[in-house]
């Protein structure tokens, strides 16, 4: 890239949860190809408000920053650049949660994330976002498609990779790591569990995650009256490579995903894994892995498959990790710079 020409990636989310992540790792990738490009991490009071109110204190911040090219990880910065007049704006739209999944977030959010939307892409921003099936439901909500990049995320192979795990038991673990959120659905991932779990007494489930349907799902696993089902709560990032190792199956039973970074570094461990067959998620998995339809009835299918099969979840693990290898954060990086390349070259 032109050195001439700065770039400010911005967010406010915290390095190492959910799309604080992705904007940590990436920058990290992006930084070794070019140097000059900033990082700009706006920290935004924490209450009931801060998403709604989050695109002000980012204008507020931004009005001391310069750059030539502006990259919002997220709806909220792109439209705190856009308060502040910064342009030329690119933003990471992740997905299409209020058009497509619209009972999984409450009305005020959704008509927040619709003004937001609207005004970004009325004001000519360019968008990068995660998955082809991302793309289509953007295209879907009249963006421009020649406004639209896909570039996938990566998996960071330092921090995810096979490792040996003590055994405690002969237990065979089916693992799921998630937010607890109504798109989720980890309650037909506990009904599919509770199918299985008559016929196969030496399966245990384990569910690492955090969100406001937790107490709800417990109640949902203790209706089942199926044993051996384990709440682990919130997986901080530094036990992740743990967690994944520590399950023999991974499976996400999600109705809808921007793109479904957890298959990637459960891949990336070498772990078999099955997912729904919607929404971006065949495009993570491909031919390496089950995909299933959304019933709980499906999904314990494609899990009986795998505790049948002590070879097929060895060889479909080491294709998941040879999948895996094909993303990695240094080719995003490389991607988002040649996005950035040709909206500096468009002004």
């Given at each position: 890239?032109?050195?001439?020409?700065?770039?400010?990636?911005?967010?406010?989310?915290?390095?190492?949860?959910?799309?604080?992540?992705?904007?940590?790792?990436?920058?990290?990738?992006?930084?070794?190809?070019?140097?000059?490009?900033?990082?700009?991490?706006?920290?935004?009071?924490?209450?009931?408000?801060?998403?709604?109110?989050?695109?002000?204190?980012?204008?507020?911040?931004?009005?001391?920053?310069?750059?030539?090219?502006?990259?919002?990880?997220?709806?909220?910065?792109?439209?705190?650049?856009?308060?502040?007049?910064?342009?030329?704006?690119?933003?990471?739209?992740?997905?299409?949660?209020?058009?497509?999944?619209?009972?999984?977030?409450?009305?005020?959010?959704?008509?927040?994330?619709?003004?937001?939307?609207?005004?970004?892409?009325?004001?000519?921003?360019?968008?990068?976002?995660?998955?082809?099936?991302?793309?289509?439901?953007?295209?879907?909500?009249?963006?421009?498609?020649?406004?639209?990049?896909?570039?996938?995320?990566?998996?960071?192979?330092?921090?995810?990779?096979?490792?040996?795990?003590?055994?405690?038991?002969?237990?065979?673990?089916?693992?799921?790591?998630?937010?607890?959120?109504?798109?989720?659905?980890?309650?037909?991932?506990?009904?599919?569990?509770?199918?299985?779990?008559?016929?196969?007494?030496?399966?245990?489930?384990?569910?690492?995650?955090?969100?406001?349907?937790?107490?709800?799902?417990?109640?949902?696993?203790?209706?089942?009256?199926?044993?051996?089902?384990?709440?682990?709560?919130?997986?901080?990032?530094?036990?992740?490579?743990?967690?994944?190792?520590?399950?023999?199956?991974?499976?996400?039973?999600?109705?809808?995903?921007?793109?479904?970074?957890?298959?990637?570094?459960?891949?990336?461990?070498?772990?078999?894994?099955?997912?729904?067959?919607?929404?971006?998620?065949?495009?993570?998995?491909?031919?390496?892995?089950?995909?299933?339809?959304?019933?709980?009835?499906?999904?314990?299918?494609?899990?009986?498959?795998?505790?049948?099969?002590?070879?097929?979840?060895?060889?479909?693990?080491?294709?998941?990790?040879?999948?895996?290898?094909?993303?990695?954060?240094?080719?995003?990086?490389?991607?988002?710079?040649?996005?950035?390349?040709?909206?500096?070259?468009n002004i």
């Amino acid at each position: 890239m032109n050195t001439k020409m700065t770039v400010n990636l911005i967010s406010r989310f915290k390095p190492g949860v959910g799309i604080g992540s992705y904007s940590k790792y990436l920058y990290d990738a992006l930084v070794k190809i070019d140097e000059t490009i900033k990082f700009v991490n706006v920290d935004v009071p924490e209450h009931r408000s801060s998403e709604i109110l989050s695109p002000l204190w980012i204008a507020s911040h931004l009005r001391k920053a310069t750059a030539d090219l502006y990259h919002g990880d997220y709806l909220d910065s792109g439209l705190g650049a856009l308060i502040a007049c910064k342009k030329p704006i690119i933003v990471t739209i992740h997905d299409a949660i209020p058009y497509v999944y619209p009972k999984d977030r409450n009305p005020i959010w959704r008509m927040y994330h619709h003004i937001a939307f609207l005004a970004l892409r009325n004001n000519n921003a360019a968008i990068i976002t995660v998955s082809e099936a991302s793309k289509s439901d953007l295209i879907a909500c009249s963006i421009n498609p020649e406004k639209i990049h896909v570039v996938y995320n990566g998996v960071d192979h330092k921090k995810f990779f096979p490792k040996q795990i003590p055994k405690k038991s002969n237990k065979i673990i089916i693992g799921c790591l998630t937010k607890f959120a109504i798109r989720k659905r980890v309650d037909r991932l506990i009904d599919a569990y509770a199918l299985l779990k008559p016929d196969y007494p030496n399966i245990e489930l384990r569910i690492g995650g955090y969100g406001p349907l937790f107490s709800k799902l417990e109640h949902h696993a203790e209706s089942t009256k199926a044993a051996d089902i384990r709440f682990l709560g919130f997986v901080p990032e530094d036990a992740m490579n743990e967690f994944y190792n520590g399950v023999d199956i991974f499976v996400y039973p999600s109705d809808y995903e921007g793109f479904g970074l957890p298959l990637l570094e459960a891949m990336a461990c070498k772990k078999p894994v099955v997912g729904t067959n919607v929404s971006s998620i065949p495009e993570v998995i491909g031919d390496a892995g089950i995909l299933v339809d959304q019933t709980p009835e499906s999904l314990a299918g494609g899990i009986k498959l795998l505790l049948d099969d002590r070879d097929k979840r060895d060889q479909l693990g080491k294709q998941g990790y040879q999948r895996s290898l094909k993303f990695t954060w240094d080719e995003s990086a490389r991607k988002t710079i040649e996005i950035y390349q040709k909206v500096l070259n468009n002004i």
